[in-house]
């Protein structure tokens, strides 16, 4: 139980309705011991953003398939910093081309988790950045 | 609303997480005697997927309308998994209406093996809300079966909702958790049975128990909510006429102390795995010099 009372919030922002992986990986984290608030469908950075807050949660996953990766994820980091969060730890999960990981990266996305990562391997990860 | 100034939520939901994850020696410093001003606190519970969350999110909405209250804090609770401890907290889910509200916070919390309906530090993070200044509190609890009525101490206002589909209502009338409340909702209005429901929970309760309690009919999209709100208003003032701030201040002390004592048990065992062997009188002999060191 090494993600024992770590919080973790799985968000849906963005216009895509599939939140089937989403799921899993709460599902996941929540037998790897942690505490797992989602969001629901189709929310807006800014409502991701006051959910991390209030829920003081250490990581924020965005699930995103919609192909708006990269401008999703820097709005949501951007407004971490303005609410001075940025110690939340924010990673990607969804269909992402590999020559938007620099991009990513850059903008301070600290794991991008694929579809064809094994769920295993994500939580192995998720795990090593909150320890 | 009037001009109060915005709420600093970073700094709240870190007091929150901190008071959270405590031992108790800490969290005694933490919450210590500040004198609080206590808020008005409201209870929903009801079986599990009954439409609390639903009802929450319509209710916040009565209560933080234009010209009340300013401030309003929702605490909900979901189910820890007694495999692996983690939990999946969905309550927010249903409270979409609500999200954006400048004056509310919303914190999903998990039972963390409680098996009372709430969690073992549930009245710390209230007390630690009223320390924060919020005028009320609105508090969900795990989803229930008959007899989780622990919610009974800690808050001022118990509602308890009873969704169509629970059964007959001779079902329903067992569960001791109605005896305990001040308001009854049968939720899910729209369906079939809602006002069958609603007129046999009255006809019996109020029948027999001598005390009135409301029973109303409320649908998540907003109906019926309002009488819910000035029951809940009503309730309120009667408290104030009845019940003195002594007998209140007693009931909820002692149910902070059994669940302080419950922690520092649990903390105890923890930390000294020897303290059960031998017989039972050791065990016991050695789990109180623990707690006396
Ligand atoms: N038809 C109908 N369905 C409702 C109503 N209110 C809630 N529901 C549905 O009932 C289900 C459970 O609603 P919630 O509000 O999450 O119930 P809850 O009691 O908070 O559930 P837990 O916290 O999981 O115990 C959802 O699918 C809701 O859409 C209503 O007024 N009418
Ligand atoms: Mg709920």
């Given at each position: 139980m090494t993600l024992e009372k770590k919080r973790i919030l799985i968000a849906k922002p963005g216009?895509?309705?599939?939140?089937v992986g989403a799921k899993v990986i709460a599902l996941a984290l929540r037998d790897a011991g942690a505490e797992v608030i989602y969001t629901g469908l189709r929310r807006s950075p800014e409502q991701i953003v006051r959910i991390a807050v209030d829920e003081d949660v250490d990581m924020l996953g965005l699930s995103i398939l919609s192909g708006s990766h990269k401008e999703l994820a820097a709005s949501v980091i951007e407004r971490l910093r303005i609410e001075d969060a940025a110690d939340i730890k924010v990673f990607v999960g969804g269909t992402i081309p590999e020559e938007d990981f620099e991009t990513l990266r850059a903008a301070g996305v600290r794991g991008i988790y694929t579809s064809e990562m094994t769920i295993e391997s994500v939580i192995a990860e998720i795990d090593s950045q909150l320890s | 609303m009037s001009d109060a100034p915005p709420l600093d939520r970073r700094r709240i939901s870190r007091a929150l997480t901190r008071v959270a994850n405590a031992p108790v020696a800490e969290v005694l410093a933490a919450?210590?005697?500040?004198?609080v001003q206590p808020a008005f606190r409201i209870g929903i519970t009801g079986p599990p997927g009954g439409g609390k969350s639903s009802l929450i999110n319509a209710l916040v909405q009565e209560r933080l309308s234009p010209g009340t209250l300013d401030t309003l804090a929702v605490l909900a609770i979901d189910p820890s998994s007694?495999?692996?401890?983690?939990?999946?907290?969905?309550?927010?889910?249903?409270?979409d209406a609500i999200a954006d509200l400048p004056g509310l916070y919303l914190r999903s919390l998990s039972s963390r093996g409680a098996r009372n309906g709430l969690c073992d530090n549930v009245v710390d993070l209230l007390t630690l809300l009223e320390v924060q200044g919020f005028d009320e509190i609105i508090l969900e609890t795990v989803g229930v079966g008959q007899s989780e009525v622990a919610v009974h101490e800690v808050v001022d206002t118990l509602v308890v909702i009873v969704p169509?589909?629970?059964?007959?209502s001779v079902q329903t009338m067992k569960s001791g958790i109605l005896e305990m409340a001040d308001i009854i909702v049968v939720t899910k209005a729209d369906m079939p049975g809602a006002r069958r429901m609603a007129s046999d929970l009255s006809a019996v309760l109020n029948e027999r128990s001598g005390r009135s309690v409301p029973v109303l009919q409320t649908q998540a999209d907003g109906r019926g909510v309002a009488d819910l709100d000035r029951a809940i208003d009503a309730h309120r003032n009667s408290i104030v006429e009845n019940r003195t701030e002594e007998t209140t201040r007693e009931s909820r002390r002692r149910y902070h102390l059994r669940a302080l004592a419950d922690r520092q048990v649990e903390e105890a065992l923890r930390a000294n795995p020897e303290i059960t062997e031998g017989t039972l009188k050791a065990s016991y002999d050695r789990l109180l010099a623990t707690l006396r060191a």
């Open positions: 216009l895509d309705g599939h939140d | 919450i210590g005697d500040s004198k007694p495999v692996s401890g983690g939990a999946i907290l969905g309550d927010r889910i249903r409270m169509p589909d629970a059964g007959d």
